[in-house]
């Protein structure tokens, strides 16, 4: 399995600041050491041009030249500076290659960061500062229309099981039916006013393994009923982890790799091309954050597999790879 990473852009974030910017070179320690079938490469930085299919002109160059005002570095919680500008291309460029190698016949990649849905097209918000998913979902469909050109737009589901509720994403796919947006979150976490998603679950405070299974059901067979993606963008967070000191909510270690596996498993068995980002994880203590985002490598795998298995077969018999299901694969055991 392929993942990308950019956690050598450190911010010089000051002192005491709540945002666990180790948490990435940490992780990408652990899947160095304890899962080495996983190939680590360093993110590309996304270009102005990409990031101009969400974001508005303005915002991209008060980023990448460090106009932001006082006001909008406050709403993101990061004070400006290179390495936040260069770490925040390299982010969405990750999502970028992830979605691109998962569509290419990979069928599953990661980003060891991503996640940033708080970003709007014009501003970001809580801890977010351009929006991977949706970057990497419109340029996956700029490419999808220059290959196939009379046929259906590409069709992107967005499955955001952050605790927080991906509002930025929302807005930005507002009314766009190529694009649909689920999220899973906390009722009374931030962001405290939400934008409506195509699918909005909220979560009470406390709501525990079985109750989380129970809700995530329902809305993949909602999902199922009214949308059919061909490519799928899974926010992975760890923050609705029982550990995690703002999500509030009690899922277990076990829970949160149910979790996980019911996602991929939902999409391999559609044979669904997902690339996962990491979003969001604040462990009361880092190491539970890390671990958390460690299992959710360790599901993925397994799925890697099966696409590797799968892949290697289609070659065999069509002597080609290819990007999603072929004819035979529809009837093969999952």
């Known amino acids: 399995m392929q993942a990308f990473y950019a956690d050598h852009f450190v911010l010089p974030l000051p002192a005491g600041h709540r945002f666990p910017m180790a948490k990435y070179g940490r992780l990408r320690e652990r899947l160095r050491a304890e899962l080495p079938t996983i190939a680590l490469a360093q993110a590309e930085a996304a270009s102005d041009g990409e990031l101009a299919l969400v974001h508005t002109p303005a915002y991209i160059a008060a980023i990448q030249q ?27 460029g990750a999502t970028i290659q992830a979605c691109r190698h998962a569509m290419a016949g990979a069928g599953l990649a ?65 009314n766009d039916p190529s694009v649909f ?23 009470p405070d406390g ?21 059919d993606p061909d490519l799928i963008i899974y926010l992975a967070g760890a923050d609705p982890h029982e550990g995690d ?25 559609r044979r669904i091309p997902l ?24 599901v993925a795998l397994a799925y890697a597999q099966r696409w590797a298995a799968a892949s290697s077969e289609a070659r065999e018999l069509d002597g080609s790879a290819t990007r999603r299901t072929p004819a035979h694969w529809q009837n093969a055991a999952p």
């Open 275 to 298: 690339a996962f980002t990491m979003a969001g994880g604040y462990g009361i203590d880092m190491e539970t954050t890390v671990q958390v985002q460690v299992n959710t490598y360790q």
């Open 110 to 174: 990661a980003n060891l960061a991503g996640g940033t849905h708080h970003a709007y097209a014009d501003k970001g918000s809580g801890f977010c500062v351009f929006n991977d998913a949706a970057v990497a979902a419109r340029l996956m469909q700029a490419e999808h229309a220059r290959r196939h050109r009379l046929g259906r737009p590409l069709q992107v589901a967005i499955v955001d099981l952050d605790v927080h509720q991906g509002n930025g994403t929302a807005r930005i796919f507002a």
């Open 181 to 203: 947006t689920l999220s899973l979150h906390g009722a009374k976490n931030f962001p405290f006013r939400k934008e409506p998603s195509d699918l909005d679950v909220d979560l």
């Open 245 to 269: 000191r703002l999500g509030r909510l009690k899922l277990s270690f076990d829970g949160m790799e149910s979790r996980d596996r019911r996602v991929l498993d939902w999409a391999w068995q």
């Open 66 to 92: 460090g106009t932001l005002t006082p006001a909008a570095q406050r709403e993101i919680g990061f004070p400006w500076s290179p390495a936040m500008a260069e770490r925040a291309r390299r982010s969405v």
């Open 207 to 227: 709501c525990d393994d079985d109750g989380y299974r129970e809700a995530l059901e329902r809305a993949l067979d909602e999902l199922t009923s009214r949308f």
